[in-house]
């Protein structure tokens, strides 16, 4: 349906092979929490690798910025519609995790769990093969408190809010157990280019 | 929860069917709803506008009515200078004018079914939409449940909702209003002339008879922060705060 009188603003439209249906481009990096900013201290920071309940590996922030780090530049879009370009990560990849940890792949499905109590679910295969980061820095600079710092998932080609801010472990689980906006309403996958915005899109 | 979902995620067509202006920057719009839906204070909407070459711009706007048997939902909108739809609805949305939206969404900030404890609101500028959701759904299923509302704006005008809520606070005992006003002179004791602080929040929660079990904060980011902290600095749990950010 057209909407009378609606032509929109040009922004973006000469790159509309980058920005999926229904999202708009900004140049601003919004922020979106369902709670109060915490406020995380690198000394008292860690890490946790679970199979189930059964803590596997802890690291530390020392522990942890000693693994491999790998840099991405994404494109990423949040479910409130707002899609950014461009944005440069530096951090650990999952699969360089789950290698100093020595696992593969117990289960196919993961928690990320966060310091707020946020949690959310996330297939393996879209965490392994370099598709996803704990980044530990946002444009050569850590991450601010506001953006997740310390430390964030970052899982840029599904719906930001699966980027977990804050994080503090992952957690391998047996079946496909749905996280805080995934019990709330929203998409249990969340591909911003099939538009899984709600559960049942 | 899902199911309330599922039953309401296809788009639908609806006219709007009056304009308000609330203040110097933000109108109200009452949408009929073609397929109407029962919608719980603090849920929110997804509106979706389609430009002749085909480019859609979607956002999500809170609901600012309480649920009823109405067809008809009020959304009310902050026109953003810089913005692409809120500018649309403010220069050139008309009554009659056909919008496409869907929803209710949202499972997270939303007025407790069974309130635990008091309640305490707090919002800055357009962040009031959701909580004034949430005291009219109050008033409509007449609750008792000790609600304190700390509503932060520049000047008196920017006040949205400001006829209603000081008529709530006549009329029920168990609401208070309190206004925090940044730019000039408070006029009643009971406000404040400054930007929000913890001992304004310490303030606010001792005018309820015990510690709120449930908060709800919503504007900017850096106002839901300030206003967030200073909650927590008041002897709040971070866990029964819910926040919501506009901006995104």
């Known amino acids: ?201 | 929860m899902t199911e309330a979902g599922a039953r309401s995620a296809s788009w639908q067509t609806c006219a709007i069917a009056e304009i308000i202006q609330q203040t110097p920057s933000i109108k109200s719009y009452f949408l009929r709803l073609s397929e109407p839906f029962a919608h719980t204070a603090g849920q929110h909407v997804d509106v979706r506008l389609t430009a002749s070459d085909g480019y859609v711009a979607m956002r999500s706007y809170s609901i600012a009515s309480a649920p009823s048997a109405s067809s008809v939902i009020e959304l009310t909108i902050e026109r953003l200078p810089d913005g692409e739809v809120s500018p649309f609805f403010h220069d050139i949305a008309a009554v009659g004018d056909e919008i496409e939206l869907r929803g209710p969404f949202g499972r997270h900030f939303v007025w407790p079914e069974r309130a635990t404890g008091p309640i305490l609101l707090i919002g800055a500028g357009s962040g009031v939409v959701p909580l004034m959701a949430m005291i009219r759904q109050r008033r409509v299923l007449s609750q008792t449940v000790a609600t304190a509302l700390l509503l932060s704006t520049r000047t008196r005008r920017d006040v949205l909702f400001a006829d209603e809520l000081l008529a709530s606070e006549m009329a029920d005992p168990k609401f208070m209003l309190a206004l925090a006003i940044t730019r000039e002179r408070a006029e009643r004791a009971s406000d404040f002339a400054r930007r929000i602080d913890s001992a304004m929040v310490a303030d606010l929660v001792a005018r309820l008879p015990s510690m709120p079990t449930h908060v709800f904060v919503c504007g900017s980011n850096p106002f839901v922060n300030v206003a967030s902290d200073a909650t927590v600095m008041a002897g709040l749990g971070a866990a029964v705060i819910k926040t919501e950010r506009y901006g995104g």
């Open chain 1, 1 to 201: 349906m057209i909407t009378r009188g609606f032509t929109g603003r040009n922004l973006g439209r000469d790159q509309s092979d980058r920005i999926p249906p229904g999202q708009h481009l900004v140049e601003h990096f919004p922020v979106l929490t369902a709670g109060p900013t915490p406020r995380v201290q690198t000394a008292d920071w860690k890490f946790t690798l679970k199979i189930g309940s059964k803590a596997i590996r802890v690291w530390n922030w020392r522990e942890f910025n000693a693994l491999p780090k790998t840099k991405m530049t994404r494109d990423i879009h949040c479910v409130t519609s707002w899609s950014k370009l461009n944005t440069a990560w530096e951090g650990v990849i999952v699969d360089d995790i789950l290698a100093d940890a020595g696992v593969e792949g117990p289960t196919d499905f993961v928690l990320a769990h966060c310091y707020d109590g946020y949690s959310t679910n996330v297939p393996l295969s879209d965490l392994s093969s370099g598709k996803a980061m704990i980044a530990l820095s946002y444009e050569g600079q850590p991450i601010p408190r506001d953006h997740g710092g310390p430390a964030r998932l970052l899982v840029p080609h599904l719906y930001f809010w699966k980027s977990a801010k804050w994080v503090n472990g992952l957690q391998f689980t047996e079946s496909d157990e749905l996280g805080f906006w995934e019990l709330r309403g929203y998409h249990k996958y969340g591909d911003p280019w099939r538009e899984q915005r709600y559960a049942n899109d």
